[in-house]
């Protein structure tokens, strides 16, 4: 049996075929040669094991086909306004292949209903115009994008980045489920798609800063003296404490209560390392804390204090605004958007290095 | 059935979808407009057919859509700021205005992936190297004395990846960049007091 890709790419050659057929005439030259190419590469799909046999043996007459058809289109039709109007089946044949490639996990009741609306009018259309009509009428060819990436987006992806810790791919979510959800165009919702994509794509990189300059820097120090202790190491968490004290402004305790930090060590760390710990007879997070704690007292012991730095290292900057550490994740309740005017331009720096 | 008003409901439907958000239709709807004012202008529908043929209707209508595709992504990378992007598409535009009919479009759509995904990809590597640089240089500035001189080969070796596919790096450009600022959670006082710390790399 031919693959059925293989098919649906003949049956629109043939179906190109037969519509010039009607407007340049059976003797017409280009055609009898766009004609002749045709059947090689029907002979050669029939022979093909599978698609990419298919395009193995069949690349250079399928190259040639698309040529043969440049060159109809260039032709002068004798009879301009005929029209090889296509059946409802034809034109519906990629609507079924695009159906049956959703899996039944996936095909949801919602995506069941559009595509089975679809193919109801398939039957009941008198051709393939008026099945493109109401089609267009009833915003399917729309529905069948729009109606399985809001049942993605309702599917639990919400909860993966909320259980991961990952605010901005939460963002992500609920906005752009709202755009879906409004949105009332193919050109729109890709539009939609692509600003959401862009904004959480640079987001995820700034979290990934965040975490790493207030959490890891010192966590990964002191995880280094825990395993193995030496001046060395203890140098490299006094290092690490300082910065964090001199660029945020912030001691442990300020630090792992930050609500930002907090989710992330529940949801992400702790997670992975509670059952190690409890092994040692650690057996909750503040205990495990504690063991930070004591590594701090070690490793400042008998130092100069801490250097705070200002107040204003409280904040971090997000898309030019500036958020205290204390209320994130609550800058993605602001990210800009284009369609919502004017918004931030990077200032010429008074800095010089 | 009515061929013609089948087409002509098929057209009207389509201009009111566009109409939904004109502002990123705007192609579109001026060719569908321009569609159903022949159908209705026209004295019989052997009339319109023979210019939907002439005037290749139906390939205008695919061209509008990557207009309008395009010109949508090239505003929106200037409202974001990211000139290396804004770029990307506005190659891509450029390219689906040159061409003369879909097989055409098609073959220079593909051909122009080969000159706009090495930039695309620049684009990117650029913002991965930028996020890399502060985290090693937060490391260089912790780092105990056994680890000093390798986190300042990282902080070297991140450097010269930026300058190889952003030749115009510099402290200036970090600071004034918008897609860079984007990934970099400080305002400039301690972004130059972490660039200062590897002044002899960076300056």
């Known amino acids: ?353 | 059935m009515d061929i013609a008003q089948e087409q002509k409901l098929y057209y009207e439907s389509r201009l009111k979808e566009c109409q939904t958000r004109p502002d990123l239709n705007l192609h579109q709807i001026a060719e569908y407009e321009k569609i159903l004012d022949k159908f209705n202008s026209s004295a019989s529908f052997d009339e319109f057919s023979a210019w939907m043929e002439q005037t290749q209707a139906y390939f205008q209508l695919s061209k509008a859509e990557q207009i309008d595709r395009y010109s949508n992504f090239i505003k929106t990378q200037q409202f974001y700021n990211d000139k290396k992007r804004e770029e990307v598409f506005r190659m891509k535009l450029e390219t689906v205005m040159q061409s003369t009919d879909a097989f055409d479009m098609n073959t220079r759509l593909s051909e122009i992936d080969s000159k706009t995904n090495p930039i695309e990809l620049a684009a990117r590597n650029n913002i991965h190297e930028l996020s890399n640089l502060f985290m090693h240089i937060i490391s260089y500035i912790t780092a105990p004395g056994s680890k000093k001189e390798k986190t300042l080969t990282d902080v070297k070796e991140t450097w010269a990846k930026l300058k190889s596919t952003d030749p115009e790096i510099s402290v200036g450009k970090i600071l004034s960049y918008p897609p860079y600022r984007y990934v970099i959670i400080f305002e400039d006082e301690r972004i130059i007091k972490l660039l200062n710390a590897v002044k002899e790399v960076v300056s």
Not at chain 1, 62 to 73: H, K, P
Not at chain 1, 74 to 93: F, H, L, R, Y
Not at chain 1, 183 to 212: I, Q
Not at chain 1, 226 to 249: H, T, W
């Open chain 1, 1 to 353: 049996m031919m693959d059925s890709t293989i098919k649906s790419m003949l049956d629109g050659y043939g179906f190109a075929m037969q519509s010039y057929k009607e407007k340049l005439g059976a003797d017409n030259e280009v055609f009898k040669k766009a004609e002749s190419m045709f059947a090689e590469l029907t002979s050669i799909a029939e022979a093909a094991a599978d698609l990419n046999d298919f395009y193995a043996k069949g690349m250079d007459k399928f190259q040639g086909m698309s040529t043969a058809l440049m060159d109809l289109a260039k032709e002068k039709p004798v009879n301009p306004a005929k029209i090889a109007i296509p059946t409802s089946a034809q034109i519906a044949q990629p609507y079924h292949i695009a159906y049956d490639a959703i899996t039944d996990i996936d095909k949801s009741p919602e995506t069941k209903k559009v595509y089975e609306r679809v193919f109801e009018i398939e039957k009941t259309a008198e051709n393939g115009l008026q099945f493109m009509r109401i089609m267009a009428g009833e915003n399917l060819l729309f529905r069948m994008s729009l109606v399985p990436a809001i049942e993605k987006e309702k599917s639990g992806l919400r909860a993966g980045a909320e259980n991961t810790s990952q605010p901005q791919m939460l963002a992500y979510h609920d906005y752009y489920l709202k755009d879906l959800e409004s949105c009332k165009s193919p050109t729109e919702m890709e539009y939609l798609s692509n600003v959401r994509a862009d904004v959480s794509y640079f987001d995820t990189y700034w979290e990934n800063g965040l975490v790493y300059a207030v959490y890891w820097t010192l966590i990964g120090a002191i995880n280094a003296y825990i395993i193995s202790p030496s001046e060395d190491k203890r140098q490299g968490v006094e290092n690490a404490y300082r910065f964090l004290a001199s660029y945020f402004s912030l001691d442990y305790d300020r630090m792992i209560s930050l609500p930002r930090i907090r989710d992330y060590f529940d949801k992400v760390v702790w997670i992975s390392i509670k059952e190690d710990w409890a092994k040692k007879g650690v057996n909750s997070e503040e205990e495990y804390f504690n063991i930070d704690r004591s590594v701090l007292d070690v490793c400042m012991k008998d130092r100069p204090p801490l250097e705070f730095g200002s107040e204003e290292n409280h904040k971090v900057v997000y898309r030019g605004s500036q958020y205290l550490l204390q209320e994130l994740p609550g800058n993605y309740k602001n990210i800009p958007h284009p369609d919502r005017g004017k918004w931030f331009k990077v200032q010429n720096s008074r800095f010089r290095i």
